[in-house]
């Protein structure tokens, strides 16, 4: 696998406005997003995790632009995308595709899936009919239809052919970033592993690097080559994928982890709980946004927002734990997700 970066993100935000009164005047923001930064390498899954309203899927269609960030950069493959014009972006998402949520949502029940999958490839010139319709039956076959399913309508699907399908069109333009927001949280497990295996072969087959958005840890582990866990639109802690489960710096990380119940009844370990609830976007508490609820917080979390710092090489944490806090400290804190006997 290269190292070669094929996406950078720089202090990236979005705040949307939040407006009241009969003249909708502004009177503050959501801070959905704000000031994140990673990279993803080519040929690798960047996984980013973390609970409902963190920012994570407004992180994903900003780097599509879908929507335009606040402030912050977004470079991919060389090109400053926030800097395109309109068509310039629709040209460049030749390269970037999305895989959503829901798949019926994200297929036209009026329309077949010859339809549905010729689309992309009418919009970025494909012209011959004969042409698009031997890709259609081409990646039907790929991600695990056929092709008699083209003439089909999307209610006719069960809901792991509908996210088949939804891959298969956004493999259609042969991209080289796709962006999977949840795309197996909508499944029955069963099906999620097909998915998500279907999604590693088409990895390996297609040299795709993938940027997967999801809630759950397991399935996180399951494809994730790094992991950078999101809170209240920021960026706490980025690790490759096994050293994050292993050794998690950030008491918020540890918390998730601590939540995921082991299938070994003589298994034990020390829950790590957290108090109250995810603070208002739209008014985040000062310095370190995790500072109302985390078990360890210090007098500088209330007052000064913790920088993403690399610790140990590929591990990175926003944390004042790691620069206040004595050796001895940082071990018990991290020795309190671990089996006790």
């Known amino acids: 696998m290269t190292t070669k970066p094929l996406l950078k993100v720089k202090g990236l935000k979005k705040y949307f406005p939040v407006k009241k009164g009969l003249l ?9 997003v704000d000031d994140v930064s990673f990279h993803v390498n080519e040929g690798e899954t960047l996984g980013i995790v973390g609970e409902s309203g963190c920012g994570k899927s407004t992180t994903g269609r900003m780097l599509m632009r879908l929507l335009d960030p606040t402030e912050g950069t977004v470079e991919f493959d060389g090109k400053e995308l926030t800097a395109l014009s309109s068509e310039e972006m629709r040209k460049t998402r030749r390269d970037i595709q999305m895989v959503f949520q829901d798949p019926y949502a994200s297929l036209n029940p009026r329309h077949t899936i010859e339809r549905i999958l010729s689309e992309p490839l009418l919009v970025h010139g494909v012209k011959s009919a004969k042409e698009r319709k031997e890709k259609v039956h081409q990646f039907l076959e790929i991600v695990g239809l056929s092709a008699y399913h083209a003439k089909r309508y999307p209610h006719q699907f069960s809901g792991g052919q509908r996210q088949r399908i939804g891959i298969a069109r956004a493999l259609m333009t042969n991209p080289k970033l796709i962006i999977a927001d949840e795309p197996v949280s909508a499944l029955d497990v069963s099906i999620q592993a097909q998915v998500l295996n279907l999604m590693q072969d088409l990895q390996q087959e297609f040299n795709l690097t993938y940027i997967f958005i999801a809630h759950d840890l397991g399935v996180v582990r399951h494809i994730s080559d790094r992991v950078g ?3 209240l639109g920021k960026m706490v802690e980025v690790a490759e994928s096994e050293a994050l489960y292993a050794k998690p710096l950030h008491p918020y990380t540890q918390a ?73 400290d940082i071990k018990k ?4 997700l671990y089996a006790k006997g």
Request: charged share 20%; hydrophobic share 35%.
């Open 24 to 32: 909708a005047k502004t009177v503050g923001y959501v801070k959905a």
């Open 229 to 231: 866990v999101m809170y």
């Open 256 to 328: 998730l982890l601590s939540a995921v119940p082991v299938p070994d009844p003589n298994f034990s370990k020390e829950e790590v709980f957290l108090e109250g609830d995810m603070p208002n976007p739209a008014n985040p508490p000062t310095g370190c946004t995790f500072h109302t609820r985390c078990p360890f917080k210090m007098d500088i979390c209330s007052q000064v927002v913790p920088q993403l710092t690399e610790l140990e090489e590929g591990h990175s944490v926003a944390c004042h734990l790691y620069n206040e806090t004595s050796d001895n």
């Open 333 to 336: 804190m991290e020795g309190s």
